[in-house]
Structure formats: C-alpha cells, structure tokens
C-alpha cells in the first residue's frame, strides 16, 4: 500500500524567500515520486520526478526536492519564490508500473508581493 | 508534440442532457486515463484504459460511459447527471510500463457544471 502526506495544507511567502512545501510518503515498493503543479483552472504540469536514480532531483523553473529513503520524506524547495509560483502543488507516489498515482491532499503556496 | 488536448473547456448541461467530453493525444502513449477533480481536493482517478482495454473502473456510476475508439482518443459519454457531477475532469495519459515509473501527461481539463 501507499499513502502520501503532504504536511501543510497552505504556505505563505514573501517573493523573493525561499520556499519549502513538505511531502512524506510510505510505499511497499520501491517508489517513484512526483511533483505537480496546478494553476488555478489548469490542468496538473509536471515539475519534477524521482525515479531511483539521483536522489536530488532538478524541475522546472527553479524547483528541486530531495528523496531522503531514511524520514520517508520529498520535500520540495524553491531558493526565491515568484509571484507566478502561486497555485496548488501535488505531491505523488506511484508503484511500479502502471499502478495507480496516489494525491497528496495538495499545498496552496501563496506568494506576497 | 508532448501535449494532451481536451474539449470543450468548459460545459453547463441539464440533468436529462447527453454530452460528451474529448481527450486527444499524440505521444504514442497506451494508457489513458479519466479524473474527477473537485474544488480544493486532488483528483480522483475514475477509469484507465490499456491497449484501449478498460483495465480499471473505480466504481464511477453509471451515468459516466468511457470510451477508447482508438489509441490517440478517449472520450467520456455523460447522461443523467446531478449537480454533485460538476467538477473538473481532467484525462491523462502514459506509457504502459511493466517495471518503470508511470509518468502521466495531464490535459488542461474540462470544467462541467450540471444545473
């Protein structure tokens, strides 16, 4: 079974922080990790995807995460937050094969001017 | 062309009306799939197709009716829906992998709203 918890239902930051959105997972296999985005009325974008290789793993515009097998844990992280990275972020664990994406319940990240 | 397409992007229909939704892709991909997503949730897989073979039906009412006419389409028939219906569905596809990770291509979604 796999399960995804994703720690804070909304983040705040000022544009120009850093960012931190918190993702801990448990599976019986060894997983795949995902991060998508969604802007409001969008469909999900890929950010980025760990998939047993580099456990630091580079996304799109800015963001990376870090699988650490020891906390269970694929937290994602931004060095500055812009105006534009406000939406929702979905953390995601997926078995081997075609199993079934499993949600986090998502993260609002809001962004002050 | 690494993009998942979807009509219309946005659908008002009566409870008695027969609509459909469209999703279209052309990455090769074999696995498509069919999600529900209402406000401030994460989506709900509904159905995935295979080879254009059912292989999964979450338990979605009837009133919801897949259909896969070939590896590139995927659409959704809707018939006597309810207000709770309206939601976000969002169509994905993937490769069908044995072993390696299931990477989804998500469209941008179908906003439906059922008076």
């Known amino acids: 079974a796999q399960s995804v918890t994703q720690l804070d239902s909304h983040v705040s930051v000022s544009e120009g922080t850093p960012v931190l959105l918190r993702c801990n997972y448990s599976?019986?296999?060894?997983?795949?990790l995902f991060w998508y985005v969604q802007h409001p009325n969008k469909g999900l974008q890929l950010l980025l995807k760990?998939?047993?290789?580099?456990?630091l793993v580079k996304g799109i515009n800015g963001f990376e995460a870090e699988f650490k097998k020891s906390e269970t844990s694929f937290h994602l992280t931004k060095p500055s937050a812009h105006m534009s990275d406000a939406a929702e972020y979905f953390c995601v664990v997926s078995g081997p094969g075609n199993t079934p994406l499993v949600f986090g319940k998502g993260t609002r990240l809001s962004v002050i001017a | 062309d690494t993009e998942v397409t979807q009509t219309p992007k946005h659908l008002v229909m009566g409870m008695t009306n027969k609509k459909s939704l469209k999703c279209e892709q052309h990455?090769?991909?074999?696995?498509m799939y069919w999600y529900k997503q209402k406000a401030k949730k994460p989506p709900e897989l509904m159905f995935v197709y295979s080879y254009e073979k059912l292989s999964i039906n979450e338990s979605v009412p009837s009133r919801f009716s897949p259909e896969c006419p070939n590896s590139s389409l995927l659409n959704l028939h809707l018939h006597a829906l309810q207000p709770e219906d309206s939601a976000l569905y969002l169509c994905?596809?993937?490769?069908?992998?044995?072993?390696?990770?299931?990477?989804?291509?998500f469209g941008p979604g179908t906003r439906l709203t059922v008076l």
């Open positions: 990455m090769g991909h074999r696995a």
């Open positions: 760990y998939t047993s290789a580099a456990t």
């Open positions: 994905a596809s993937s490769q069908v992998q044995v072993i390696l990770y299931n990477e989804q291509f």
């Open positions: 599976s019986s296999y060894s997983p795949s």
